[in-house]
């Protein structure tokens, strides 16, 4: 018996580390290109930032609109097989973006890449949801949303010692990381079945959310270069909602839909949902911040604004996995909203220390570990929380409902701090940095109000 145990928790350790490699890439990849953009640029000669800029918006929009639609599928053939079609989608891209002869070619790599990331994401948790134990579930899934921030939050630094070499090895680390996942998970991840006896899929419905997200997220990724109140913008936020009401009449009558509305009203899911979104639109601003302070204000180098970073994701892993009893005795909501408060501390940190003159052990340091115990403590226990109650079907959706939340929420906080430092400079320059750190500091707090409303999980409850 006990070499039975050892066995299958080998077993169980091997999976998990094939789908925490796809997990890193993917979430690596919304950040590691940030730091490159210059090289880039220079190697295609004559590319306009304009073009050079949906290089990171081509990922985003089309990562975030792909998470439910794959999340989805996965459900229907099986997270097992979506899984390791996302490896083979994603590396083929990535070795596609390095050979790019043009720019715009590379912006077309770059959205097969985020189609490979949107199926890996949910059909990662996905697997872990349906091989692990009961009682290994919430650890698991701490393990997982610890690895997917730390690999977002050290995309500065990854992408800062690459791009020293040569800013094609951003994406050729890639390659190696998919092709050994591949190979070991094909052996290594059992089958999971699919709802093979489901109605079928609701294509309208996928491509309704797909340009539902699609519009929100390129309203607010274009909304520096095109303007708040300009025509643009407003038709992409206005067509996004009207799109997405649509698509919610649609999933309240399909057989098959593609969000089964019934996920919603399970315990702790909206509301973790919702907690997720707004808490990644504070740490998207304060992860950008901190990298264009630090270049823009101090003038560091990438590698340099890298590490200074680095010691604040590297306490996401610690609070992870450390969270865990004291999410079972004070629950989930309580637990999210005082790292939401120890989030906000750190940025009030910056707020009364940082100046001008470089001063990272006093200065940016204490900032970037009280945020990374913040993180450590929110992230892994609302995605907990919003996926505890989801029955089996439904892990790779419901995940996928969680994880799109995060996205969109990184999208929006971007977009927020590019227009409240746009056209500054100099001392207007700080001011405006001084602005963006309060609205965080407020964001974060409101995240940790929407924690509070999470209640503790009951059974599972059938969904449609």
């Known amino acids: 018996m006990a070499t039975t145990t050892t066995g299958q928790a080998t077993r169980f350790g091997v999976v998990l580390g094939v789908i925490s490699a796809g997990v890193a890439m993917s979430n690596l990849d919304v ?26 918006n081509a990922y985003a929009v089309i990562f975030a609109a792909s998470l439910i639609p794959a999340g989805g599928l996965a459900d229907r053939i099986g997270p097992r097989r979506a899984y390791l079609a996302g490896l083979v989608v994603f590396t083929l891209a990535s070795v596609a973006c390095a050979l790019a002869p043009t720019v715009w070619v590379l912006v077309g790599a770059r959205v097969v890449q985020a189609v490979g990331a949107g199926l890996l994401i949910p059909s990662s948790l996905g697997i872990l949801l349906t091989v692990a134990p009961p009682e290994r579930r919430i650890p698991s899934i701490r393990t997982w949303s610890a690895i997917s921030g730390l690999a977002a939050a050290f995309g500065p630094l990854a992408g800062g010692l690459l791009t020293e070499l040569d800013w094609r090895l951003i994406f050729l680390v890639n390659v190696p990381i998919g092709l050994v996942a591949w190979i070991v998970g094909l052996r290594a991840i059992p089958a999971t079945p699919g709802r093979t006896a489901a109605a079928r899929a609701d294509l309208l419905g996928v491509g309704l959310l797909t340009a539902g997200i699609a519009l929100l997220s390129l309203g607010v990724v274009r909304s520096e270069d095109w303007g708040w109140s300009s025509y643009e913008v407003l038709g992409c936020l206005g067509g996004s909602v009207v799109i997405l009401v649509l698509f919610v009449l649609r999933s309240a009558r399909h057989p098959a839909p593609v969000l089964p509305l019934g996920l919603l009203k399970l315990p702790g899911m909206s509301s973790a949902t919702l907690a997720n979104l707004v808490f990644a639109v504070a740490f998207a601003m304060m992860l950008l911040s901190a990298v264009l302070w630090s270049q823009d204000v101090w003038h560091w180098t990438p590698l340099q604004t890298g590490l200074a970073i680095a010691p604040g994701p590297s306490m996401v892993p610690i609070l992870a ?36 003159r470089p001063e990272y052990v006093t200065g940016l340091l204490p900032g970037m570990l009280l945020t990374g115990v913040g993180v450590g403590l929110t992230v892994p226990t609302l995605v907990g929380a919003g996926v505890a109650a989801l029955p089996p079907g439904t892990f790779s959706t419901g995940s996928a409902v969680v994880t799109m939340a995060r996205q969109v929420g990184s999208v929006l906080g971007v977009a927020v701090l590019i227009a409240v430092l746009a056209g500054t400079a100099g001392a207007g320059r700080v001011a405006a940095f001084d602005r963006g750190w309060w609205l965080t500091l407020g964001i974060g707090l409101a995240a940790g109000v929407v924690c509070l409303t999470i209640a503790r999980p009951r059974a599972a409850e059938p969904t449609r």
Not at 46 to 52: F, Q, T
Not at 346 to 351: A, H
Request: charged share 5%.
């Open 31 to 56: 950040f590691i290109v940030n730091v490159a953009l210059p090289d880039v640029g220079a190697h295609y000669d004559g590319a306009s930032l304009a073009s050079l800029s949906w290089i990171l």
């Open 321 to 356: 996995m450390g969270a865990g009893p004291l999410t079972k005795r004070w629950g989930a909501g309580a637990v999210s909203a005082f790292g939401c408060l120890v989030f906000a501390a750190g940025i009030g940190w910056w707020l009364a220390a940082l100046g001008t």
